[in-house]
């Protein structure tokens, strides 16, 4: 949410009291719409006041857009859109907008000025932060340096440490091109990454380095390019079956990428209204030992039932397809089952086990249904109460490995043996992109090779089903 503060003088028959406060939120929706859309404005003058180091081609070309308003309500809606692409910059910790009447020898009659107060960050910033991976909490240690040439530049380096020996390090750099439509970003990495996997008996080391164009074609849907080139060794765990250990040995990949996101939600963890859909498309085989094609299909959407209760349904669904060229791994394959993805199994616990690892499947589907609700009490949507919620759910889902041909009648059944789970338990968010769920979940349809779990289930993660 941004905040503009627009100080009417009485040239301006606007029906606010002086020095009014405008709260705009990011969908644009303004409470007195009719009397702002009728009040002739335009603007004379930006004054960008906090600058140092940012360059002045990078901020003229992100404020123009403001000169095209033609009344109050345009002014203030324009402002708050050059307000967030400041702050997508990365050049600054704070921006805060102020509109006010123009005065001097240029002012119009219906003149406006409007100043950004900026606050960029510091030259070298860091800290330790706690991030969420497959049912893993880690540590993320983390040292960066924006806008290191003044026009939104970066440099990263990130160490990640997990309590199941995992552990990536990471250097990065990033830099925004100065072109307004599309707004793209080209970053680059160099990582190295050490990561177990004791429900399939194995442990990937990974050293890669990946390039990437992130494209924003709209306000709510962006569009991700990316090459990655990785050096992968799979290592077995103890007394791994053989199944895995055919996998075992080093790899190269090649591989080209391209991710949709769209996101019209209005929160990342407890949404309560707004749809988000992912499409991820991956073509393996540009050079190196493994050729393969993922595409994968992840979607959520939310409604408020009531506002009064603060009750939101949500529906979910997921849908994976991995196709085998040559050189494909266990890696590579889908695994379902655990708190983050179909709750009511053991992770990873859906699907075909060899010596009681998963060796997962190349084409899966999966589902919830889910009834959020704040805490019974009645300080439950006040202070740090506000991130916990209460939800009932009811979850579905299918793994399966089919034989040559996707098509086969043999393949197809295998995904209508759908699992089947409900429960009920507690969320609680954790920071601005991860959330932590204590679960009773009772398992309603398994299958012979499946691990199912009932009672107490415990999940972190980013992404939850």
């Excluded at 002739?40 to 180091?53: E, I, M, Q, S, T």
């Excluded at 890696?331 to 708190?339: D, I, W």
């Excluded at 759910?393 to 789970?421: D, Q």
């Excluded at 932590?436 to 349809?445: D, G, M, Q, S, T």
């Amino acid at each position: 949410m941004g905040i503009v503060h627009a100080n009417v003088g009485s040239g301006c028959p606007v029906d606010f009291n002086e020095e009014t406060e405008v709260v705009v939120d990011e969908g644009a929706l303004y409470k007195q719409r009719q009397a702002l859309n009728c009040v002739k404005a335009r603007v004379d003058r930006v004054n960008v006041d906090g600058l140092k180091r940012t360059k002045d081609d990078i901020i003229r070309g992100t404020v123009e857009n403001l000169f095209q308003a033609k009344d109050f309500e345009d002014v203030i809606v324009r402002a708050q859109k050059v307000r967030r692409a400041l702050d997508n910059l990365g050049c600054f910790r704070d921006v805060c907008v102020y509109i006010d009447v123009s005065t001097g020898p240029e002012a119009t009659p219906n003149g406006l000025e409007v100043t950004f107060q900026v606050r960029e960050m510091a030259r070298v910033v860091g800290g330790v932060n706690a991030s969420a991976g497959e049912n893993e909490g880690n540590i993320v240690i983390d040292i960066k340096m924006p806008n290191l040439w003044g026009r939104g530049e970066s440099a990263q380096a990130a160490y990640t440490v997990g309590y199941r020996n995992t552990c990536c390090f990471h250097v990065s750099g990033s830099k925004p091109l100065l072109l307004r439509k599309f707004q793209p970003v080209i970053s680059g990495s160099v990582y190295q990454q050490n990561q177990e996997y004791p429900w399939s008996g194995y442990r990937l080391l990974d050293r890669g380095f990946h390039f990437n164009v992130d494209l924003k074609t709209s306000p709510q849907m962006r569009h991700n390019i990316q090459w990655e080139a990785l050096f992968r060794d799979l290592s077995v765990i103890n007394k791994s079956s053989f199944a895995v250990r055919e996998s075992s040995g080093p790899q190269f990949r090649s591989s080209l990428r391209h991710n949709i996101c769209l996101d019209s939600r209005d929160a990342d963890i407890f949404p309560t209204e707004g749809l988000w859909l992912s499409v991820r498309n991956e073509l393996a085989g540009i050079g190196g030992s493994v050729a393969n094609y993922k595409s994968e299909l992840q979607f959520q959407a939310n409604h408020l039932l009531s506002e009064e209760l603060g009750l939101v349904v949500q529906a979910s669904g997921a849908f994976g397809l991995l196709h085998d060229v040559y050189g494909t791994t266990l890696s590579e394959h889908y695994f379902l089952g655990g708190p983050t993805t179909l709750r009511g199994f053991q992770q990873r616990g859906v699907g075909p086990h060899v010596d009681g690892q998963a060796i997962g499947g190349k084409i899966y589907w999966a589902s919830a249904l889910h009834l959020y609700s704040p805490l019974p009490l009645a300080c439950a949507r006040e202070g740090m109460l506000q991130l916990v919620k209460t939800h009932l759910f009811l979850n579905a889902g299918c793994l399966a490995v089919p034989e040559r041909s996707y098509f086969k009648l043999s393949s197809l059944s295998a995904l209508v043996e759908a699992r089947v789970a409900c429960g009920a338990g507690v969320c609680v968010q954790i920071g601005r992109s991860a959330r932590l769920e204590i679960n009773y979940v009772v398992p309603l349809k398994t299958q012979a090779r499946d691990i199912p779990v009932t009672g107490l289930q415990f999940g972190v993660g980013a992404h939850f089903l």
